[in-house]
């Protein structure tokens, strides 16, 4: 039985009408109901184990490093099997109801974290969208049948990224939007939802030099009806497009002052309170924006930067006015950061365990706490609140690869690994609703 959600007060810094038909205890994107890694309802664990708190596990026959994307009953995964590229729905009991074949896949380069399916899914309810390397993007309906089904790659020119595709489609209120930002051209394209048809494309070409103008991130959307926006991370700077028909709307550079040649993003910007946070320089730097005004606004709307702390691949979540990043590079890789968002300054900082493997996931705030997800699949939790670091817990139910975010719905976490699906919540909970 589903079990209900609080509908989070802070509902008004996200698109409300993008998720008309995403309900409480969905979980449409990437990042979550509100684009910002914030989990609705209450209930999550805190604890658990291969012997406790586990409520079922799906053996995966796809590979892919993207996040589940959760509509209703249905949950959606993409991967690869036997070069082509998969699409797959579970049933809220984790049984495959679905499965559809998209063609033949482009696989990822060498190594754990390569997969030729690192765009994660989105759906509105109705829809479900998909992305992967090989230029592929498709649009399902949650009972899987096809809608349509385009190449970008075929459209648009072949990948030039020096690694795997990682950027993931957003939605608008009318359409499906994927951002291509590599060596050349780059660009933004709107697709309509329905039909799949080309409602716009708006070239990128910020100048950046050589690999610094590839980006794996994804863009966000903000803002209601006329006033709604993408947010864009990459080449060396933030830009804002009009939703409507992809035009710039202002733009803030200086994230490369030196005109470093391998400065390309991984991690995502994210949004909150009218406020951009973007991370760059591989986890270097930091860089606070207010939104707002035309063109150029590098001089003017600069809010803060903080060069104490960063990440290369997880994408800062913001919640309650904080901003919780979780550093993955070097001596300071598993430092947990908690920083207030209208001025950048540090409030806590914590060291999690350290450990050989490093973070790929991205952090998410849930019930007051702050969950991140290490490469082995061992999930931390830390107090979101207070003026001190604090780790709740350390919890594991197996020793498996993982570069996905975990899912929050309706007091549930769903984690995906290299081999399972696994959902994680109170047995007590369940056996009583």
């Known amino acids: 039985m589903r079990m209900p959600s609080v509908v989070s007060a802070v509902l008004f810094s996200f698109g409300l009408s993008a998720i008309a038909a995403v309900t409480a205890g969905d979980w449409p ?23 406790s708190n586990l409520l079922w596990k799906a053996p995966l026959t796809i590979r892919g490093a993207s996040t589940p994307a959760v509509a209703g009953d249905r949950i959606f995964l993409t991967g690869t099997r036997e070069r082509s590229n998969v699409v797959q729905c579970f049933d809220r009991a984790g049984q495959l109801q679905w499965e559809r074949v998209l063609g033949a896949s482009v696989e990822g380069k060498p190594g754990k974290d390569g997969t030729g399916a690192n765009p994660s899914p989105t759906t509105d309810g109705r829809s479900v969208f998909v992305y992967f390397k090989s230029g592929e993007l498709a649009c399902f309906t949650v009972a899987g049948e096809p809608q349509w089904q385009l190449n970008l790659q075929t459209l648009y020119g072949a990948d030039t990224l020096w690694w795997d595709l990682g950027t993931s489609p957003v939605l608008t209120e009318t359409a499906v939007v994927v951002a291509c930002m590599h060596s050349g051209p780059s660009y933004l394209a709107a697709f309509d939802k329905a039909s799949g048809k080309v409602l716009w494309k708006h070239d990128r070409e910020l100048g950046a030099p050589e690999e610094a103008a590839q980006s794996y991130a994804t863009p966000v959307v903000t803002g ?71 063109g150029d606004v590098t001089k003017t709307h600069q809010l803060w930067s903080n060069s104490g702390t960063a990440a290369d691949v997880p994408t800062p979540a913001i919640a309650a006015g904080r901003v ?20 950048g300054r540090t409030i806590w900082s914590g060291q999690l365990p350290k450990n050989r493997h490093t973070f790929r996931a991205s952090p998410v705030v849930a019930d007051g706490r702050v969950y991140l997800t290490r490469q082995d699949g061992t999930v931390f939790v830390v107090n979101a609140g207070g003026d001190s670091f604090q780790l709740l817990s350390e919890n594991s139910v197996a020793d498996e690869h993982t570069t996905a975010t975990p899912v929050f719905v309706d007091g549930r976490i769903l984690l995906r690994t290299d081999a399972h699906l696994y959902c994680i919540g109170s047995v007590k909970q369940s056996a009583g609703g």
């Open 29 to 51: 994107a990437w990042r979550g109901p509100l684009g910002n890694g914030v989990a609705q309802g209450t209930g999550y664990p805190v604890q658990w184990s291969a012997d």
């Open 224 to 294: 209601q009806g006329a006033q709604q926006q993408i947010v864009v991370l990459g080449a060396d700077h933030v830009t804002a497009h009009a939703a409507a028909d992809g035009a710039e709307l202002w733009r803030l550079g200086g994230l490369n002052p030196t005109g470093h040649k391998y400065f390309r993003s991984i991690a995502s910007a994210a949004v909150a309170d009218s406020i951009v946070v973007a991370p760059y320089a591989r986890g270097e730097s930091l860089t606070a924006v207010r939104m707002g005004g035309t």
């Open 324 to 343: 919780y990043i979780c550093r993955d590079n070097g001596d300071s890789r598993g430092v947990v950061d908690c920083l207030d968002l209208q001025t």
